[in-house]
């Protein structure tokens, strides 16, 4: 039977203690990666899920600090070099809070605070991270796009601008760091079902799914399982890929 197999590997996932960060980390855990959980804020979440991956078998650990600050990014480097070890695969899943206006309405700040949260998280993160992967020799820089960055729709100027920006940053990094046997690719979702939805039974939405190919919003696992992908042995030769995970909502062109 073909598994994912990433025993013996170690995982950091941004943002983890959101509804898909906590899913992408499950899902790394239970395919056996020791797991490092950041957590910007919200330390009681992080404890219970570090006690369900140290569950499942795996180390654990829980970094904390705000990803868009180099000198804090740095500092979870510290830490993890302190604790679990540092990470052969990075997935960068932390977002800040979006709000949803015309460009001409949109402030500044919610522009720029993007922009540190997308596009300088991945930078820091690969500026701390992907230089112990180049003298392992072996690494996975994943990060989670969106299917907004291809559609560019009314209200979502600076939340496309921040995607956009990092599909630039991976594109170049999978260029950069090939020859290292790193791979650097993104997984865009579409609008996905999460735990809260199934909790509050909002998992259904006509108006978009009516526009999805496969006729349904994706599911939180679905996401999680792309990511597993990627950061496996099977993906081995797959670098510099825009990954839509949404029904073919969004399919890229040749």
Not at 58 to 83: M, T
Request: charge should be negative; hydrophobic fraction near 40%.
């Amino acid at each position: 039977m073909l598994e994912i197999n990433l025993q013996g590997k170690t995982a950091l996932i941004t943002g983890a203690t959101g509804e898909l960060g906590g899913m992408i980390a499950r899902t790394l855990a239970r395919a056996g990666a020791d797991t490092a959980i950041h957590a910007f804020s919200n330390k009681e979440k992080a404890g219970r899920l570090q006690q369900t991956l140290e569950e499942m078998g795996v180390r654990c650990q829980i970094v904390s600090g705000n990803v868009g600050d180099q000198e804090a990014v740095f500092h979870i480097k510290e830490e993890l070099e302190r604790g679990i070890g540092m990470p052969d695969i990075v997935v960068a899943c932390a977002t800040a809070p979006l709000t949803w206006l015309p460009v001409l309405e949109q402030k500044t700040e919610n522009f720029e605070s993007l922009f540190r949260s997308g596009v300088m998280q991945s930078v820091y993160l690969a500026q701390a991270f992907l230089p112990a992967m180049k003298e392992k020799g072996w690494g996975r820089f994943i990060g989670i796009n969106s299917e907004c960055a291809m559609q560019c729709f009314p209200t979502h100027g600076a939340y496309a601008a921040m995607k956009r920006g990092m599909d630039g940053v991976y594109r170049v990094l999978a260029k950069e760091v090939g020859p290292w046997n790193i791979t650097v690719n993104q997984v865009a979702p579409g609008r996905t079902i999460s735990e809260r939805d199934r909790r509050e039974h909002t998992e259904r939405d006509v108006e978009y799914e009516k526009n999805v190919p496969l006729g349904h919003r994706v599911q939180d696992t679905d996401i999680a399982n792309a990511v597993a992908f990627l950061a496996s042995d099977l993906a081995a030769n797959i670098t510099g890929v825009y990954l839509p995970v949404c029904g073919g909502n969004v399919m890229p062109g040749i």
